[in-house]
């Protein structure tokens, strides 16, 4: 049998964060975006030492940062998700314990999009496409705004 060099529903790149309070993480990705737990690795002392989330028909994997993990720092993400209904997932996200960053609102780039973040700090931009918009658009309207 042939392995797949890319493992069956993953895309090229894969979001891994190494947070504190990655059981935490786990149940708010569950409430705000509806991910599947696909996978929980634990250490015997509880901590997840492992896992992988589905949001979407996007992976996301996850793990507990040590204290000095191997000399790496734990850092925050920023993650842009595209959603049926803006509104609808920041609602959802901010009643799962999210902290707002930005309500939803119509951007000039053809997007409507707000943010929460997680209690881990990682941001979250939530948007749906509103309207395409051409690359010469993009840029009138990026100078009207600046006027």
């Given at each position: 049998?042939?392995?797949?060099?890319?493992?069956?529903?993953?895309?090229?790149?894969t979001?891994?964060?190494?947070?504190?309070?990655?059981?935490?993480?786990?149940?708010?990705?569950?409430?705000?975006?509806?991910?599947?737990?696909?996978?929980?690795?634990?250490?015997?002392?509880?901590?997840?030492?492992?896992?992988q989330?589905?949001?979407?028909?996007?992976?996301?994997?996850?793990?507990?940062?040590?204290?000095?993990?191997?000399?790496?720092?734990?850092?925050?993400?920023?993650?842009?998700?595209?959603?049926?209904?803006?509104?609808a997932?920041?609602?959802?996200?901010?009643?799962?314990?999210?902290?707002?960053?930005?309500?939803?609102?119509?951007?000039?780039?053809?997007?409507?999009?707000?943010?929460?973040?997680?209690?881990?700090?990682?941001?979250?931009?939530?948007?749906?496409?509103?309207?395409?918009?051409?690359?010469?658009?993009?840029?009138?309207?990026?100078?009207?705004?600046?006027?």
């Open positions: 049998m042939t392995v797949k060099p890319i493992p069956e529903g993953y895309h090229t790149i979001p891994y964060f190494v947070v504190r309070g990655a059981a935490k993480l786990i149940e708010f990705l569950k409430h705000a975006f509806d991910a599947q737990e696909l996978e929980k690795l634990a250490m015997p002392d509880g901590t997840v030492m492992h896992a989330m589905k949001v979407g028909d996007s992976m996301i994997m996850l793990a507990e940062g040590q204290k000095d993990m191997e000399g790496r720092s734990l850092m925050p993400a920023m993650l842009y998700m595209y959603v049926e209904d803006t509104d997932v920041y609602k959802k996200a901010m009643e799962a314990g999210g902290k707002s960053i930005m309500e939803p609102i119509d951007q000039f780039y053809g997007d409507r999009s707000g943010a929460v973040e997680d209690m881990a700090g990682n941001q979250w931009w939530i948007a749906t496409r509103k309207e395409d918009i051409s690359s010469e658009e993009l840029m009138r309207r990026s100078a009207q705004r600046k006027k």
